[in-house]
Every structure is written in structure tokens, then in C-alpha cells.
């Protein structure tokens, strides 16, 4: 095969339909691709967003049983300090 006749069938099969359908298809499958990653990533943002506001709702709950168990406790070993003194 020569030079022209290889760029002749080239230039056919581009200008084929079914070259303009795999095209198209190509291209619409790329839209699709990238509308679903936007959306994807714009969901996987809020899930994130909320166990983030869960999480420091948590914490706060947790400081407030700290203080409790950790005020009981120093509580208890200054009443065993001073029954033991006292005895």
C-alpha cells in the first residue's frame, strides 16, 4: 500500500458514521463520567461535613463526663487520704 492510499482510508474511516457514532458516544460518556465525579464528590463533601459536626458534638459530651469521672475520682482518694489520717 502506498502513502495516499493509507491517508484515503484514514480519512474514510473519520468520516464514517460509525467513527461520528463511537465519537459521540465517546464524548457523552465523558459527560456522564464527569457530572457523576462532581456529584460524587459534592456528596462525599456533606457526609463528610456532618461527621465532622457529629464528631465535635461528641466531644463536647465526652468533656462534660471527663470532668465528672475525673472530679469523683480526685473526690474519693482525698476521702481515703483523710480516713486514713484520721484513724
Same mark, same amino acid.
Given at each position: ?8 482510508? $484514514?480519512?474514510n474511516?473519520?468520516?464514517?458514521t460509525?467513527?461520528k457514532?463511537?465519537a @459521540?458516544?465517546?464524548l457523552?460518556a465523558s459527560?456522564?463520567s464527569?457530572?457523576?465525579a462532581q456529584?460524587?464528590?459534592t ?5 463528610f ?9 461528641m466531644? @463536647?459530651y465526652a468533656?462534660?463526663?471527663?470532668a465528672v469521672i475525673?472530679?469523683?475520682l480526685? @473526690?474519693i ?5 483523710? $480516713?486514713?489520717?484520721?484513724?
Amino acid at each position: 500500500m502506498t502513502m495516499k492510499t493509507l491517508i484515503n482510508s $484514514a480519512k474514510n474511516a473519520v468520516h464514517s458514521t460509525t467513527a461520528k457514532v463511537a465519537a @459521540g458516544s465517546v464524548l457523552a460518556a465523558s459527560f456522564v463520567s464527569s457530572a457523576h465525579a462532581q456529584t460524587a464528590s459534592t456528596t462525599a463533601s456533606d457526609v463528610f461535613d456532618d461527621i465532622t459536626s457529629q464528631a465535635t458534638q461528641m466531644g @463536647g459530651y465526652a468533656l462534660g463526663a471527663v470532668a465528672v469521672i475525673t472530679g469523683s475520682l480526685i @473526690g474519693i482518694k482525698l476521702i481515703k487520704k483523710f $480516713a486514713n489520717r484520721a484513724s
